[in-house]
């Protein structure tokens, strides 16, 4: 049951030609114009440093190259797969035409090979009618209560979240969300993090008050700690966070996310989960952070893990 929320292995994708991606750019604000050869190698670096960081805190990362020039945005897979207890993996269907590209075999056949994977759902077909559910990013999924917390937009579509929901057993939650110059939130996973015993989340900027009041409703009576983040914090990219497993329960979060954590907000959250920051400005210029690098794996390893 502890690692039900907080897994302890991801997979990361290791950019060779990373840049903000222009066909991103039209919903997502928190995108800032970066590309060239310096930003790639940059983007690199930072990469490497946070995958040696998160080795060092003891979670099991699982490390893929993507030399090509014609995914951008291939440093965050927890867009095109997620994975489930009991051996379930999701395929995801994707907004911009280049994110379609980043979908890989050689990841699925890794999971296969290693860990106990019971079925693959591909809901990427849906791409041909024009529709999108892009994985953790477009849910923030509440693995114990089974809950699919999801903020209205061109990466969720309805439909396909009903599909999930049914297939993968989790009850949606759909809200608006939209920041102070009136831009709808293009992922509920810039908006909210859900760990084991809090949940990290700006209440005000859902639109609706009833629904905001229902998510805080759902989320306290969950049991955890309702960490109220301000519009400011969430451009700081605090709510792009992910709990893991580790020597220890830990959050990863971008030093930009740590930095806008106040003190008490710091202390509630290291009652429970030690705060690993990892530096990614440059990886942010592309409107994603931590939360956005790391594809957990929930799944039962084949074989003992070997440390």
């Given at each position: 049951m502890s690692q039900v929320q907080a897994p302890d292995a991801v997979v990361m994708i290791r950019p060779h030609h990373f840049r903000s991606n222009p066909e991103t750019r039209g919903d997502n604000a928190f995108q800032m114009p970066a590309e060239g050869q310096e930003v790639a190698d940059k983007a690199r670096k930072e990469f490497d440093t946070?995958?040696?960081e998160l080795r060092g805190a003891g979670v099991q990362v699982h490390v893929f190259e993507d030399k090509s020039d014609n995914t951008p945005d291939s440093v965050f897979p927890n867009n095109w797969f997620s994975t489930h207890a009991g051996g379930h993996v999701a395929v995801y269907p994707m907004f911009a035409s280049n994110r379609q590209a980043e979908r890989r075999m050689d990841v699925i056949e890794m999971l296969k090979r290693d860990y106990r994977v019971q079925d693959v759902i591909d809901f990427s077909g849906l791409e041909a009618d024009g529709l999108a559910l892009e994985g953790t990013g477009a849910m923030v999924l509440d693995h114990i209560e089974r809950v699919a917390y999801t903020v209205e937009s061109n990466r969720a579509d309805p439909v396909i979240l009903e599909r999930f929901c049914t297939h993968f057993?989790?009850?949606?939650?759909?809200?608006?969300?939209?920041?102070?110059r009136g831009n709808r939130v293009y992922h509920t996973n810039?908006?909210?993090?859900?760990?084991?015993?809090?949940?990290?989340?700006?209440?005000?900027?859902?639109?609706?008050?009833?629904?905001?009041?229902?998510?805080?409703?759902?989320?306290?009576?969950?049991?955890?700690?309702?960490?109220?983040?301000?519009?400011?914090?969430?451009?700081?990219?605090?709510?792009?966070?992910?709990?893991?497993?580790?020597?220890?329960?830990?959050?990863?979060?971008?030093?930009?996310?740590?930095?806008?954590?106040?003190?008490?907000?710091?202390?509630?959250?290291?009652?429970?989960?030690?705060?690993?920051?990892?530096?990614?400005?440059?990886?942010?210029?592309?409107?994603?952070?931590?939360?956005?690098?790391?594809?957990?794996?929930?799944?039962?390893?084949?074989?003992?893990?070997?440390?």
């Open positions: 946070a995958v040696t057993g989790y009850e949606p939650l759909v809200f608006e969300a939209r920041d102070k810039v908006l909210m993090g859900i760990g084991t015993h809090y949940a990290l989340v700006c209440l005000d900027m859902i639109v609706d008050p009833t629904r905001r009041a229902m998510v805080r409703d759902r989320l306290e009576q969950s049991g955890r700690q309702v960490i109220d983040l301000t519009e400011a914090q969430i451009e700081a990219f605090a709510g792009n966070a992910i709990e893991l497993t580790g020597k220890r329960r830990l959050l990863a979060l971008s030093q930009t996310a740590a930095d806008a954590l106040l003190p008490a907000q710091v202390r509630l959250i290291e009652e429970t989960a030690k705060l690993v920051p990892l530096s990614i400005p440059t990886i942010e210029t592309a409107g994603g952070s931590v939360r956005c690098m790391l594809a957990g794996v929930h799944l039962t390893r084949r074989n003992p893990r070997i440390n």
